[in-house]
């Protein structure tokens, strides 16, 4: 027999359940070659193409088509840079950009799109004079907010 007690916890789990942060980041390569790649701020490997689910917020992470001359983070290429999280306080939520600062350089083109939240928010890069890239520390005007809860990320090469 259930005791009340009992029906309260089992509720409470099944709400933080529901409640908990994830966040998916999806690769679509249309280059024709190349390997997408995601590695953590920590430098782990966390894909080489496959969608990526982060189970809470994933903080400084980088993305980049691997095509043979790009260093281990995205060194000589086009990258992405992005932090995920449902916002804890107003304006603290996602942030992803994409960066051509030295030692980076342009490789293809290179956009992302938030989905799950913030749809049709992103940013493209079709060159290496893009005005949507970070090419100088300065550039704080190319990053690209999101304020939703447990938001998205499509990045998509050579579109």
């Known amino acids: 027999m259930f005791s009340f007690t009992k029906i309260i916890l089992t509720f409470a789990s099944v709400v933080a359940l529901v ?11 249309r280059c024709g070659h190349g390997t997408p790649t995601l590695i ?3 430098g782990q490997v966390l894909s080489t193409g496959a969608d990526y689910v982060s189970p809470g917020a994933l903080f400084g992470a980088i993305a980049y088509l691997q095509t ?7 060194d000589y290429c086009t990258t992405i840079e ?17 960066t051509l600062i030295y ?41 690209v907010a999101c ?5 998205n990320l499509a990045i998509t090469f050579c579109a």
């Open 19 to 29: 409640a908990a942060e994830s966040h998916t980041i999806h690769f679509d390569n």
């Open 68 to 74: 043979g001359s790009c260093g281990f983070n995205g």
């Open 147 to 151: 304020q939703q809860n447990n938001v």
């Open 82 to 98: 992005t932090t995920l999280r449902s916002p804890p306080s107003p304006g603290a939520g996602s942030s992803t950009d994409i």
């Open 103 to 143: 030692p980076h350089t342009f490789s293809v083109t290179t956009g992302f799109g938030y989905y799950n939240g913030c749809d049709g928010a992103g940013a493209d890069c079709t060159g290496a004079n893009c005005n949507t890239a970070f090419h100088n520390p300065e550039d704080t005007w190319v990053q």
């Open 40 to 42: 953590s701020q920590t």
